[in-house]
């Protein structure tokens, strides 16, 4: 089955720009969503299809997918961006939304 | 805004069957093209999807749950729900129920989230 991976932590100092990515065989040809879970919530996502952006996410949080590679970039970290963040695809053959493991974001 | 609120038992001894119901307030079942699902998280671990289930009767279901999961979904109560037979430990954890987005009949991003429910499977 398809697999994403992603790195259990990254660390950033605030002011700074954070990317995690999530790594997937050929992942290019899948549209790629973002979720940002904080603690004792509900996750929420932040980007969706590869790059774009609900209504009322900040500008601060984009998206690329390339290769077997995706990114979630986010500009000018905040304190209040230090969270979970997960990667998820829709795998239309096998009928199965898969998520990444998640990364946890470290503001320091 | 849509609201999904989940409920069901708190606690079940292994190899029970887990019953849980989602009930919606704020957007109807049967007037929208969403998919309704489920998802849980063991604590402090990752999302694990176990399906997704449209009014049509398409139902998407993890794989590795597919054995032991029924996801029903009742336009006439605004309600869906979900049961996992042969529970285990490795059942525990939090479960929510979402509201997805539909795109060519399968599920989309998921919009909405109940707040989440812990069910603990204990002897």
């Known amino acids: 089955s398809y697999v994403l991976t992603q790195p259990p932590s990254v660390s950033v100092d605030p002011g700074q720009t954070a990317k995690i990515p999530c790594g997937g065989n050929?992942?290019?040809?899948?549209?790629v969503h973002w979720y940002q879970q904080k603690p004792g919530q509900a996750p929420v996502v932040v980007v969706y299809?590869?790059?774009d952006r609900p209504s009322g996410i900040p500008e601060r949080f984009s998206g690329s997918n390339s290769g077997n590679t995706a990114t979630l970039t986010i500009s000018r970290v905040e304190d209040g961006d230090e969270a979970d963040y997960y990667c998820?695809?829709?795998?239309?053959?096998?009928?199965?939304?898969?998520f990444g493991g998640g990364t946890k974001l470290t503001v320091l | 805004q849509v609201q999904l609120q989940e409920a069901g038992p708190g606690l079940l001894k292994p190899s029970e069957t887990l019953s849980l119901t989602c009930t919606v307030t704020?957007?109807?079942?049967?007037?929208?093209?969403?998919?309704w699902g489920w998802i849980r998280q063991a604590p402090g671990k990752g999302l694990e999807w176990i399906g997704s289930?449209?009014?049509?009767?398409?139902?998407y279901y993890n794989p590795s749950l597919r054995s032991r999961v029924t996801i029903f979904v009742d336009t006439s109560k605004n309600q869906f729900s979900l049961t996992l037979t042969s529970v285990s430990a490795a059942d525990s954890g939090f479960y929510y129920c979402?509201?997805?987005?539909?795109?060519?009949?399968?599920?989309?991003?998921?919009?909405?989230w109940g707040q989440g429910t812990l069910v603990t499977v204990s002897s």
């Open positions: 979402t509201r997805d987005l539909n795109t060519a009949m399968a599920p989309h991003i998921i919009d909405s």
């Open positions: 704020l957007d109807s079942i049967s007037g929208s093209d969403h998919f």
């Open positions: 289930g449209h009014k049509s009767g398409a139902i």
């Open positions: 050929n992942i290019e040809s899948y549209s």
């Open positions: 299809d590869d790059s």
């Open positions: 998820q695809v829709w795998h239309s053959t096998e009928h199965q939304r898969i």
